[in-house]
């Protein structure tokens, strides 16, 4: 209640500015996406030896989420859930996409299955009100052309179509690896580097992105940045080489938040602040067994690869001079999947009939008009779900890379009951109540859940995309 007194001066200037904007032009998109980024990595999540004074003040001048999710701990899984407002299984990346690689007399190439390109995604759903549109970074959604940005809505491609490790191993390229294509640069549909010098990518694909703001300040648009860092291997650009004491993952980070305050410039240069709501988040959790190279996610339990939180809870921070109130903290559930109904309400854009979303609007919580979440229910897979405060693990083998102290044997825990967390009291995840009688019907409520999820998706869920047709 508190929290609503305090916003709601601000709340009535928004929606003035709000409603005179909507009269003249749908608002721009900006979402940026870091690859591996924690939940502790930025200082407004409590960083510790590294800056983060950009990605600071959006959360200042706007908006910071404290329990934000991406549906999936690894990078494609979250990043056809972002592009879509499905869950992974629903739409048939649940893992990692990788290039082929040389076999027999087979040589290396592009992969063979991608997002399929009947999905519509947040690009599309703005193209249909003439957004410009453009995916400047890490694709990962299929490196094939079938499945290439320009495929899926976006106007104009430039980066790297995987992860920067796949063909490099320990960052050295001199143990390049043989079998793995070389390391494609594109622009659009074609490859005009390959190998390319991975200390600029964060620069250069910085530079793409102001020049795509200046281009369009006439036009609606959606620009897509999911950056290559700060996935392993690390690379930075000699100004930011020590500038932080955590190392290079500390230096990293920073020429991340340089390259969100040239935006938040070229944003306010080119007089669109009030028109532009910028969001800056991460992937998945962070690589833990990369040890220095890895973020971090205190307090949160474990990170990437796992379905604890410090896999799938991110941070998030976001900004829109006028829409959303400054300072507002939004400690409610919303995910990546969200923001493909939320982009679509506030361009005036009509979603897809003929297919389920697992997305929901949440810009009247995002804006301040209502003090909770719509989303109540998030499932981080279809035996892992999470509602209000309360998480359940279904019985079953899960992924550990920090081995809890219970039990745990080549990186997987194997939970002969569910497992019952109070995320309100314990983030870490540190007890399970499932011992406790008291909470007998609600995990039998929440086990449910999962069921029927995972029933639903018998019939529900659609296929991956093949560059052929799947063998008889
Ligand atoms: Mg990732």
Known sequence: MRRRLIILPCLLAGLT???????????????????????????????KDFETP???????????????????????????????????????????LFPTRAKDDQPAGPGTTGLNPDEITIAETLKTKDYATACIGKWHLGDDTAFLPTKQGFDEY??????????????????????FPPIPLLEDESI?????????LTRRYTERAVQFIRQHREDPFFLYLPHTMPHVPLFVSEPFSGSADYGLYGDVIEELDWSMGVILNAIAEAGLDENTWVIFTSDNGPWLSMGAHGGHADPLRDGKFT???????????????????????????????????????????????????????????????????????????????????????MPGKYKEIYPAPEKSTNGMVDYSHPQLYNLASDPGETTSLHQESKYAELIKTMSKLCTDYQEALKTEARPVGHVMPPAD
């Not at 991406?70 to 979250?78: L, R, T």
């Open 158 to 179: 430039f980066g790297i179509p995987y992860s920067n490790d796949m063909g490099w191993w320990r960052g050295k390229p001199k143990d390049f690896k043989k079998d």
């Open 54 to 96: 950009n990605l600071d003040r959006m959360a200042k001048e706007g908006a910071k989420l404290t329990n934000f999710y991406v549906p999936a701990s690894v990078c494609s899984a979250s990043r056809a859930a972002l592009l879509t407002g499905c869950y992974p299984d629903r739409v048939g990346i649940t893992g990692v």
């Open 307 to 393: 379905r604890f939180e410090g896999g799938h809870r991110v941070p998030c921070v976001m900004r829109w001079p006028g829409h959303i109130p400054p300072g507002l903290v939004l400690d409610d559930i919303v995910s990546t999947i969200d923001f493909l109904p939320t982009f679509a309400g506030l361009a005036g854009a009509s979603l897809p009939e003929d297919r389920k979303i697992d997305g929901m609007d949440v810009w009247p919580y995002l804006s301040g008009r209502v003090a909770s979440s719509p989303r109540d229910t998030f499932f981080y897979s279809p035996w892992v779900v999470r509602s209000s405060k309360w998480k359940l693990m």
């Open 192 to 200: 005009i580097e390959t190998n390319p010098d991975q200390r600029y």
């Open 17 to 47: 500015l709000f409603s005179q904007a909507e009269e003249t032009r749908p608002p721009n998109f900006i979402l940026i996406f870091a690859d591996d980024l924690g939940y502790a990595d930025l200082g407004c999540f409590g960083a």
